[in-house]
C-alpha cells in the first residue's frame, strides 16, 4: 500500500507522520516512513531556489522516480499529491491558524499569507482530486485538533477504517 500525507505548509502533516510511525502497535507499522522534503535535499532534487518565497524548487520527476519501486510506503509532504498513491490524506487548517503556525515557526509574513490564501482556495485538496479521484482522498481538518489525534485520524485511514471524502471542508470565509 501507498500512502500519501498532504497539505499546505503547516497543517501538520511532519509532526502526525511522525507520531504514527512511532506508534509500535499502530496501522503504520508496516510502512516505511518518507519525508520527501528531508529526501529533496538528501538526494539534491533541488533543481532552483525561489528567491521570491524563499523556497527550493523540487524536481518532481525525480521524487516520482526515486518513490516508483517503493511499496508499502507513507510519504508526507506539501508535494505528496502529486506521486502514485492509493490513498491521499489532506490535511487542512483554517487559514488565520495556519498563518499564524508558519509565522510562529519563522516564516515571512508573506509567505504566510500566501499559503493561508492557497489554504482557503483548496488549492491542493483540488489538485488531489483531480490526480486521483475522491474515491481515494482522505479530507481530515486538523484546524483543532491536536499532534496526536492527527496522527490518529491518519491511521484511520492507513488501517481502512475512515471512508473517502473530499470537500467538506470550507474555508471560503476567510476570503
Known amino acids: 500500500m501507498r500512502v500519501a500525507v498532504t497539505g499546505t505548509p503547516g497543517t501538520g502533516k511532519t509532526t502526525a507522520v511522525e507520531l504514527l510511525a512511532a506508534d509500535a502497535d499502530g496501522p503504520a507499522v508496516d510502512l516505511d516512513v518518507i519525508h520527501l522534503n528531508d ?28 518513490l516508483a519501486d517503493r511499496d508499502d510506503v507513507l510519504f508526507e509532504s506539501h508535494l505528496a499529491h502529486h506521486f502514485d498513491a492509493d490513498r491521499v490524506v489532506v490535511l487542512r487548517c483554517h487559514p488565520e491558524e495556519l498563518e499564524q503556525r508558519l509565522t510562529d515557526r519563522g516564516e515571512p509574513a508573506a509567505k ?38 492527527t496522527a490518529a485520524a491518519i491511521g484511520e485511514v492507513v488501517a481502512g477504517e475512515r471512508e473517502p471524502q473530499a470537500g467538506t471542508v470550507s474555508f471560503v470565509d476567510y476570503l
Open 39 to 66: 529526501v529533496i535535499h538528501e538526494e539534491d532534487f533541488v533543481v532552483e531556489h525561489d528567491e521570491e518565497r524563499d523556497s527550493a524548487v523540487a524536481d518532481l520527476d525525480a521524487l516520482a522516480d526515486y
Open 112 to 149: 504566510a499569507e500566501e499559503n493561508a490564501e492557497s489554504e482557503a482556495l483548496d488549492v491542493i485538496l483540488a489538485e488531489a482530486v483531480e490526480r486521483h479521484g475522491e474515491d481515494s482522498v482522505y479530507e481530515i481538518d486538523a484546524t483543532d485538533l491536536d499532534p496526536d489525534e
